[in-house]
C-alpha cells in the first residue's frame, strides 16, 4: 500500500509517505510560509522512494480543525494533487492525530482528551480512545470554546491531556482526571499520524473524490476580533 499524507493545519508542515509497511516523513515548525514547504516536501519523499504520485493508492490531509489558512491549504493542495494524479483522499481528523501521537508514544494510556490552541481565548478540543487495533477513536464531537467549557465525557474518570491548548490555557489543567505528562502539551498533528490513521480507511475502500476534500475548521466567525 502507497498513501502520502499531508498536514499544514498548524505551526507544523509535515508531509508523510506510507510505503509497503514503512514510513518516510518530513516536517518542520514554521510560523508562516507553509505553501512554500509542503510541495518540496512531497518531492523529497517520492524522490526518495523512487516511486511518482500516480504510483500511489491515495491521498491523505489533516483536514482541521487547525488555523484558517493552514486548513485551506492542506485540502487545497491534497485536491491539487489528487485531481492531477487520479486519486482519491482521506480526510483525517488532526485532533485525532495529536491523540494518535499519545497511543504511539505511550501503551498505557487507553483515553485522551485533546485540546489545541484555537487563539481567541478558546481551544478546539476533542476526547478519543484507543481502539483495539491502537488507533484513536473519536469519543465525542469535536468543537471550539472557551477553556473552562471543555469536559470529559459521561463515564470517563480519567484522561491523558494532549496539545498546545494545555500550555496556553493552564486552567485546563485542573480538568478532574486529565494529567498531561512529559511535552504532550507541545505537541502538534503531523502528517506520519495522519498517514497512520488514514490506511485503515484506505484498506475499508473509504475514499472520498478530490473535489470532496473540503476543510472542517470549527469556528465559522474566522474574522471575529479579539475583544
Do not use: N
Not at 56 to 72: D, K, Y
Not at 104 to 131: N, P, Q, S
Not at 197 to 206: M, N, Q, S, Y
Request: hydrophobic share 45%; glycine share 14%.
Amino acid at each position: 500500500m502507497r498513501l502520502l499524507a499531508i498536514d499544514t493545519s498548524t505551526e507544523c508542515c509535515s508531509a508523510a509517505l506510507h510505503i509497503e509497511g514503512r514510513l518516510l516523513s518530513r516536517e518542520v515548525e514554521l510560523a508562516r510560509g507553509h505553501a512554500e514547504r509542503i510541495l518540496p516536501m512531497v518531492d523529497e519523499l517520492l524522490g526518495e522512494a523512487g516511486i511518482g504520485l500516480r504510483q500511489l493508492a491515495a491521498i491523505a490531509f489533516g483536514r482541521g480543525p487547525g488555523s484558517f489558512t493552514g486548513v485551506r491549504l492542506g485540502a487545497s493542495v491534497a485536491q491539487g494533487l489528487a485531481f492531477g494524479a487520479g486519486l482519491g483522499v482521506v480526510a483525517i481528523s488532526d485532533l485525532a492525530a495529536v491523540a494518535q501521537r499519545v497511543f504511539d508514544d505511550e501503551g498505557g494510556v487507553a483515553r485522551v482528551l485533546v485540546c489545541g490552541d484555537a487563539r481567541m481565548k478558546e481551544v478546539y478540543w476533542g476526547c478519543f480512545e484507543r481502539g483495539g487495533d491502537g488507533l484513536a477513536l473519536g469519543r465525542s464531537p469535536e468543537g471550539v470554546a472557551p477553556a473552562e467549557r471543555v469536559r470529559l465525557p459521561p463515564g470517563w474518570t480519567e484522561a491523558a491531556g494532549a496539545g498546545r491548548g494545555f500550555a496556553a490555557y493552564p486552567a485546563l489543567r485542573m480538568l478532574p482526571g486529565v494529567a498531561v505528562c512529559g511535552g504532550w502539551d507541545g505537541l502538534l498533528p503531523r502528517a506520519a499520524e495522519v498517514a497512520r490513521l488514514a490506511v485503515p480507511e484506505l484498506t475499508a475502500g473509504r475514499l472520498l473524490a478530490p473535489e470532496a476534500a473540503v476543510p472542517v475548521y470549527l469556528r465559522d466567525d474566522v474574522a471575529r476580533p479579539q475583544p
